[in-house]
């Protein structure tokens, strides 16, 4: 009966590991998260690679704006004095799960 019911929902495209995905990749956005720590908990999940590469790539283009808004909610707008409070930053953000790459970008930006 279990096994009937979630064919059924599938077929009706009521239960769909893309549609969790997206909507769960949209809800990780929303909150200041970058693709690393996204993928991680999708996999954890058993949400398939493939998938979860797909549902990333619709953010791609947003990834670096996303970065620097969390960057200046915790930092505010000025830039990091110095080399310990740039370290610092990257260290936060890379925690949040963004890649070296668009941290790094985002600090060339402002030198």
Request: aromatic share 8%; charged share 30%.
């Amino acid at each position: 009966m279990v096994e009937a019911t979630i064919a059924a929902l599938v077929a009706e495209g009521l239960l769909s590991n893309a549609r969790y995905a997206e909507s769960f990749i949209h809800s990780r956005f929303q909150r200041g998260q970058g693709p690393r720590k996204i993928r991680a908990e999708l996999r954890e999940h058993g949400i398939d690679d493939d998938l979860i590469g797909s549902c990333l790539a619709e953010y791609d283009a947003r990834w670096q704006e996303r970065l620097e808004q969390v960057r200046l909610k915790r930092f505010g707008p000025a830039p990091p004095g110095n080399t310990t409070e740039r370290s610092r930053q990257m260290r936060f953000l890379l925690q949040r799960g963004f890649t070296a790459e668009q941290i790094a970008a985002v600090f060339r930006e402002r030198d």
